[in-house]
């Protein structure tokens, strides 16, 4: 199975930081990435798929980056309710592989 | 409002059974893959896994391949996870999944991506005894 390294795994930011969040897939994935954001108790929440499209709805602040096995999640401009956990997925081959995800909490 | 309620988690013994169930509202479940996807508590997430929107085709996670088997039946808008077998490790919040499978380019060519835009709230399951 393809694996997924997200880093950092935490990071203590404060409202207004740029955030950046990266994931590296142990092969090429193409584009084939998605990010989510999960709250506790929470269902995950769609940010971003095909490594860099915006999902509808979701704040403009959020952008990805990258293809092939090098990947990023960026926050412009954190805010209150981003404090949250973070997971990459690849969709490039089964089985699909989550990142570990990476806890942004208030500085 | 399009929704997904899942159902049929519990406490199970290990070696035990569970039949989990995905109601879907607000859509037509016959035009979308659904996917299964675990938490176990405190852990990160664990894709299970996708069935085909006819049903005609599914994927698995290694781990449960041969003891989880998903299925669904579009006239009931309803998709399901029937786990056997049951290990501690399947110890889990279950979510079901809608992938709404966005068209884009990778490597150049036409593909479509997984991209689940629709969750349920999750059904427990506990294995212990």
């Known amino acids: 199975a393809i694996q997924m390294t997200q880093s950092p795994s935490s990071l203590s930011a404060s409202v207004g930081d740029r955030v950046t969040i990266t994931c590296r897939a142990s092969q090429g994935i193409r584009s084939e990435l998605a990010w989510y954001q999960q709250k506790p108790g929470r269902a995950p929440k769609l940010l971003i798929y095909?490594?860099?499209s915006l999902q509808s709805g979701v704040p403009s602040r959020f952008s990805g980056s990258g293809s092939g096995t090098d990947f990023s999640l960026t926050i412009s401009s954190l805010q209150p309710e981003d404090f949250a956990t973070y997971y990459c997925l690849q969709d490039f081959k089964y089985p699909r592989t989550f990142g570990h995800g990476t806890k942004v909490d208030v500085k | 409002e399009v929704s997904l309620v899942e159902s049929g988690g519990g406490l199970v013994q290990p070696g035990g059974s569970l039949r989990l169930s995905c109601a879907a509202s607000g859509f037509t479940l016959s035009d979308y893959w659904m996917t299964w996807v675990r938490q176990a508590p405190g852990k990160g997430l664990e894709w299970v896994a996708n069935i085909r929107k006819d049903g005609s085709l599914k994927h698995y996670v290694d781990s449960v391949e041969g003891r989880f088997t998903v299925s669904r039946d579009n006239a009931k808008n309803s998709l399901y996870l029937q786990i056997n077998s049951l290990r501690a490790e399947d110890s889990a919040v279950y979510y079901c999944?809608?992938?709404?499978?966005?068209?884009?380019?990778?490597?150049?060519?036409?593909?479509?991506?997984?991209?689940?835009?629709?969750w349920g709230q999750g059904t427990m399951v506990t294995v212990s005894s």
């Open positions: 095909g490594a860099s």
């Open positions: 999944s809608r992938d709404f499978s966005p068209e884009g380019y990778c490597g150049g060519t036409p593909c479509y991506y997984d991209a689940f835009d629709v």
